[in-house]
């Protein structure tokens, strides 16, 4: 843990799958709920699946690392799903409003609910450091997903609101501005090994990966820290 010896000024978390849940079932349940209303001859699991394929594409394609001034025009999530829903219910033939759809996704993000350790380690990690949020979503979601988790936060930056997501640097280097830290003195934590290891230690935060999905498993990968969950995180600021 050499690379973590110091406890650093702030502690940046992204927040769906780190402090919030987010849970695949809920979204086939919302996809079931579509097919029941409106009959269509296919499972709910189907046309979620069908939908994924082209959520994945915007989620591949709206980040050019290899050069950001190449990045194609930004877009929030609200309108990437409703772009996903006009490819699938043409290629499907439903007669459906991609809006409407895509404002259940809206609605379900924000209602999801913080993991059951999120509140009381954030209250703990606070007594040692600072502590905020990057997150690539939409204000519409993230602001009630946020609400729900008990504790006030002084730095939340969407990607919405940056204009930017994760792993691009921009979105990293606006909260830098914010908060008035070097990067070198901050962490960050993440589920996702190329938007949060790679995008945070690209401009020299330190990352924490974390895999909510593993019981009780701490580790260096690759030279960063990888945990299971944030008590973890809270037993290692004990020992600085």
Do not use: H
Request: charged share 30%; with cysteine; aromatic share 14%.
């Amino acid at each position: 843990m050499n690379n973590y010896s110091e406890i650093p000024k702030i502690i940046l978390f992204d927040c769906f799958e780190t402090l919030i849940n987010n849970e695949t079932e809920k979204w086939i349940l919302v996809f079931e709920r579509m097919v029941k209303d409106e009959k269509w001859n296919i499972t709910g699991k189907k046309l979620w699946e069908i939908w994924k394929v082209e959520e994945n594409k915007f989620r591949e394609t709206r980040t050019n690392l290899s050069n950001i001034n190449k990045n194609p025009p930004f877009i929030t999530y609200k309108e990437a799903w409703e772009n996903c829903f006009d490819i699938v219910f043409e290629k499907l033939n439903f007669k459906y409003s991609s809006e409407k759809a895509a404002e259940k996704c809206v609605k379900l993000m924000g209602n999801n609910v913080p993991y059951k350790d999120t509140s009381e380690i954030l209250n703990e990690l606070s007594k040692y450091t600072e502590i905020g949020i990057i997150s690539n979503a939409d204000n519409a979601f993230l602001n009630p997903a946020v609400n729900q988790i008990d504790f006030d936060f002084k730095y939340l930056l969407s990607s919405e609101s940056a204009k930017s997501y994760k792993p691009d640097p921009t979105i990293f280097n606006q909260m830098l501005s914010t908060i008035g830290f070097k990067s070198k003195e901050c962490w960050y934590v993440g589920d996702k090994e190329y938007d949060d290891v790679i995008g945070s230690s690209n401009i020299g935060m330190k990352p924490i990966l974390i895999t909510r999905k593993v019981y009780n498993e701490k580790y260096i990968n690759n030279g960063y820290l990888v945990v299971s969950n944030l008590t973890q995180i809270l037993e290692l600021f004990k020992k600085l």
